[in-house]
């Protein structure tokens, strides 16, 4: 035996687990000895993955946890964190947003309603008495509703609201 089979032996048996495998495949072995000039085939398996979102998937987490212990915890703890930050910011520009208008609605109400008042006692001293006053009444009816609105919708807010939260068990 030369050493070409030798080496062709070693590598046979290292290839097939069993004699039957072994001979099953015997014809597609060549035997010409010229090991140069064979053809080949080769085999390429690409594998890749992608995920889109803030968290990895749970077995990315699993894998990163096991090259570093506590590390999908620490992730997941991060994620919390920001998202509570984030709702805590938003939360205060809502607020702020809604202070502001409060108070530009405010300084627009009043601003209007001394223009109105203003208008009438203008109107009434120069001689125009019912067109003053009834700008007067107009004037202060506007006002008043606007303050009743305001308060009835406060009120429908707030009996929204509570009727999120459950009770407590002290109830």
Known sequence: ??????????????????????????GNIPDDGDVKNRKGSQITCVQGSHFSGP?????????????VPGCAETIIEQFVAQGNHNRRELE??????????????????FILGLVGLLGSFYLISHGYSVEGLTTVIIALVSLV???????????KEREEKAELVPPSAED
């Open 1 to 26: 035996m030369t050493e070409k089979d030798e080496q062709r032996e070693e590598l046979q048996n290292k290839i097939f687990s069993s004699p039957e495998e072994r001979s099953a495949a015997q």
């Open 55 to 67: 968290l990895p998937p749970p077995q990315l987490l699993e894998h990163y946890d096991k090259v």
């Open 92 to 109: 205060k520009l809502v607020i702020a947003g809604d202070v502001r208008r409060s108070n530009l609605g405010l300084v627009a109400g």
């Open 145 to 155: 509703g606007s303050f009743i609105y305001a308060v009835w919708e406060r009120k």
